[in-house]
């Protein structure tokens, strides 16, 4: 098998004058309004061959071979990004994207894992790096390089399984990211069969106009250059995933955007908008294809929105498979089930054993009672993650639960492990690892303890102290002492897993969470649905 870039080079060259990326311009004082410099396909190949270039001497000079790897730390907001991650992909060496939210000692354990060679970036961040063990050199601009890709070397021989790009989990284990390496099998399935058979829009051939639905430090958005570079399609880069009205009118008014990539909650806002504002609804109606992940919508917003013909369909992706399954378009009576993407071979395999009311609230609100399924990729599976991710020796269960709607379509009803969506942006949190945290730093005060806050703004830890709290003073001690106590992992979390706050502890006596009666394990969202007045209390002190 080629190397990924070998397709990637070779789709550039097709379409050399379509755009291929929308850079978004901040708004000035003058104006006060976005704008996007629309960069083609033939610029992006140049820039990232002049990347390639420059990198492949820079680190050849310091003894880094290609198949090394090399770490790229960068803001995940800039062309520049791009430009660079597949310029370092096009030398041969293999990018370990480090997004801005890590710490320094978080990306030296990440590449001492991994066994990094060097690592570059972005200038911003070479202040921290100057006792860095390895070697760092910031991203130059792309105008001041100039080393010819003439001197560039080919690509080296890969096998599908070598690895050609290493990501990571939008959440933390123990205070580190997981590492997800991509392998060349797994990108040419994302890039050829997945993203295509995502969309069921325009099949007169037009081009795909979409936005962004993150940082290009993770994986979904870090690799549009490889699925959109064989296609013809465009990126339209937002100011942040959950861009505003204003800026959405413009991007379809002004840029052509006609299909959306969103999470729920932000598919929310616009639908609830598109109720009283003809145009928000006009621009709705008439995109090609709009996706909503990362959760349900509320029923009355799906029905809503089929009623009014808006192009909507739910799809479920992962960081380790990408994505696998799709909503029918335009077949109303269905959403939020989906079927299987053609080409792609994963399993659902029936669940034993599980207790239906762990399910998070709204995924048991909508359950039929029927027999849930796990979603197994087998290892023989294009798109089935590298050996070091699969929780199987046969493949990997990606963690989620589904429930038949009819045959072929399957409804998404949660997690059946610790991991919760939270924070701003609805990312992944492990609670067990600050659990555990909380309970071997505190062993001596707290009897037991549970994170909630799931699709919630932070998470809040309730405990339960080993002595009882007879005063608001002991109480406020206790959260002081949790807090200095667990101080040294919470700092290495991402911000939304972080417990900073003493009003993020909340004390119970023993006996107080609820548990299952076989197990006695605690039960995640009983303890959310029996406090949830509390908690609402909470969450709306750090609501924006």
């Given at each position: 098998?080629?190397?990924?870039?070998?397709?990637?080079?070779?789709?550039?060259?097709?379409?050399?004058?379509?755009?291929?990326?929308?850079?978004?311009?901040?708004?000035?004082?003058?104006?006060?309004?976005?704008?996007?410099?629309?960069?083609?396909?033939?610029?992006?190949?140049?820039?990232?061959?002049?990347?390639?270039?420059?990198?492949?001497?820079?680190?050849?000079?310091?003894?880094?071979?290609?198949?090394?790897?090399?770490?790229?730390?960068?803001?995940?907001?800039?062309?520049?990004?791009?430009?660079?991650?597949?310029?370092?992909?096009?030398?041969?060496?293999?990018?370990?994207?480090?997004?801005?939210?890590?710490?320094?000692?978080?990306?030296?354990?990440?590449?001492?894992?991994?066994?990094?060679?060097?690592?570059?970036?972005?200038?911003?961040?070479?202040?921290?790096?100057?006792?860095?063990?390895?070697?760092?050199?910031?991203?130059?601009?792309?105008?001041?390089?100039?080393?010819?890709?003439?001197?560039?070397?080919?690509?080296?021989?890969?096998?599908?399984?070598?690895?050609?790009?290493?990501?990571?989990?939008?959440?933390?284990?123990?205070?580190?990211?997981?590492?997800?390496?991509?392998?060349?099998?797994?990108?040419?399935?994302?890039?050829?069969?997945?993203?295509?058979?995502?969309?069921?829009?325009?099949?007169?051939?037009?081009?795909?106009?979409?936005?962004?639905?993150?940082?290009?430090?993770?994986?979904?958005?870090?690799?549009?250059?490889?699925?959109?570079?064989?296609?013809?399609?465009?990126?339209?880069?937002?100011?942040?995933?959950?861009?505003?009205?204003?800026?959405?009118?413009?991007?379809?008014?002004?840029?052509?955007?006609?299909?959306?990539?969103?999470?729920?909650?932000?598919?929310?806002?616009?639908?609830?908008?598109?109720?009283?504002?003809?145009?928000?609804?006009?621009?709705?109606?008439?995109?090609?294809?709009?996706?909503?992940?990362?959760?349900?919508?509320?029923?009355?917003?799906?029905?809503?929105?089929?009623?009014?013909?808006?192009?909507?369909?739910?799809?479920?992706?992962?960081?380790?498979?990408?994505?696998?399954?799709?909503?029918?378009l335009g077949v109303k009576g269905v959403l939020s089930a989906m079927c299987m993407l053609e080409g792609i071979n994963c399993k659902f395999i029936p669940v034993s054993g599980m207790d239906r009311t762990d399910l998070d609230g709204d995924s048991e609100k909508r359950s039929k009672?029927?027999?849930?399924?796990?979603?197994?990729?087998?290892?023989?599976?294009?798109?089935?993650?590298?050996?070091?991710?699969?929780?199987?020796?046969?493949?990997?269960?990606?963690?989620?639960?589904?429930?038949?709607?009819?045959?072929?379509?399957?409804?998404?009803?949660?997690?059946?492990?610790?991991?919760?969506?939270?924070?701003?942006?609805?990312?992944?949190?492990?609670?067990?690892?600050?659990?555990?945290?909380?309970?071997?730093?505190c062993a001596d005060l707290i009897h037991n303890t549970v994170v909630v806050g799931h699709y919630k703004p932070v998470i809040v830890l309730f405990v339960e102290p080993l002595q009882p709290i007879t005063s608001l003073e002991e109480e406020n001690t206790l959260k002081a002492t949790?807090?200095?106590?667990?101080?040294?992992?919470?700092?290495?979390?991402?911000?939304?897993?972080?417990?900073?706050?003493?009003?993020?502890?909340?004390?119970?006596?023993?006996?107080?969470?609820?548990?299952?009666?076989?197990?006695?394990?605690?039960?995640?969202?009983?303890?959310?649905?029996?406090?949830?007045?509390?908690?609402?209390?909470?969450?709306?002190?750090?609501?924006?």
């Amino acid at each position: 098998m080629s190397h990924f870039m070998s397709w990637v080079l070779e789709g550039l060259s097709k379409y050399p004058s379509r755009p291929i990326f929308k850079r978004y311009i901040k708004p000035t004082a003058a104006s006060n309004r976005p704008t996007w410099l629309s960069i083609s396909y033939k610029t992006f190949l140049t820039d990232l061959e002049h990347c390639a270039a420059y990198w492949g001497q820079k680190l050849g000079d310091k003894g880094v071979n290609q198949k090394d790897v090399v770490g790229i730390w960068i803001t995940g907001t800039e062309y520049t990004d791009l430009a660079n991650l597949y310029g370092l992909a096009r030398a041969g060496y293999i990018p370990e994207v480090l997004n801005a939210k890590m710490s320094v000692p978080v990306i030296r354990d990440l590449l001492v894992k991994s066994g990094g060679k060097a690592i570059v970036c972005d200038p911003n961040f070479a202040a921290f790096l100057t006792d860095f063990p390895l070697d760092t050199f910031a991203i130059p601009k792309l105008g001041s390089l100039s080393v010819p890709p003439s001197s560039l070397p080919a690509l080296p021989a890969v096998t599908p399984d070598d690895i050609a790009m290493i990501f990571h989990t939008s959440g933390t284990t123990s205070g580190i990211p997981k590492p997800v390496p991509e392998t060349h099998r797994w990108l040419k399935s994302q890039a050829q069969v997945q993203w295509p058979n995502l969309w069921q829009c325009y099949t007169d051939g037009r081009p795909l106009m979409v936005n962004n639905i993150g940082s290009f430090g993770n994986v979904g958005s870090a690799t549009t250059m490889s699925y959109l570079s064989w296609s013809g399609h465009c990126l339209v880069q937002t100011s942040k995933p959950d861009f505003d009205v204003n800026e959405f009118l413009a991007m379809v008014n002004e840029e052509g955007l006609n299909c959306m990539i969103l999470y729920a909650p932000w598919l929310s806002k616009l639908l609830k908008l598109a109720r009283s504002d003809p145009v928000v609804l006009s621009a709705l109606k008439g995109m090609g294809q709009i996706h909503y992940t990362g959760a349900a919508l509320n029923p009355d917003d799906e029905a809503w929105a089929m009623d009014q013909d808006i192009p909507i369909t739910s799809i479920y992706s992962t960081t380790e498979c990408a994505a696998c399954l799709v909503s029918p378009l335009g077949v109303k009576g269905v959403l939020s089930a989906m079927c299987m993407l053609e080409g792609i071979n994963c399993k659902f395999i029936p669940v034993s054993g599980m207790d239906r009311t762990d399910l998070d609230g709204d995924s048991e609100k909508r359950s039929k009672g029927g027999q849930l399924f796990d979603l197994f990729v087998p290892a023989e599976a294009d798109n089935c993650p590298h050996p070091s991710v699969r929780n199987r020796p046969d493949g990997h269960i990606t963690g989620d639960l589904f429930e038949e709607a009819g045959p072929g379509l399957y409804y998404f009803r949660g997690r059946n492990d610790d991991w919760i969506r939270t924070g701003k942006h609805l990312v992944f949190c492990d609670t067990k690892s600050i659990e555990d945290n909380v309970l071997a730093t505190c062993a001596d005060l707290i009897h037991n303890t549970v994170v909630v806050g799931h699709y919630k703004p932070v998470i809040v830890l309730f405990v339960e102290p080993l002595q009882p709290i007879t005063s608001l003073e002991e109480e406020n001690t206790l959260k002081a002492t949790i807090l200095k106590r667990t101080g040294d992992f919470n700092s290495r979390l991402f911000v939304h897993e972080q417990i900073n706050s003493p009003d993020q502890i909340f004390p119970l006596p023993i006996g107080s969470l609820s548990r299952t009666t076989e197990k006695g394990n605690i039960r995640r969202k009983a303890v959310e649905d029996e406090y949830a007045a509390s908690l609402d209390e909470i969450y709306s002190k750090f609501r924006e």
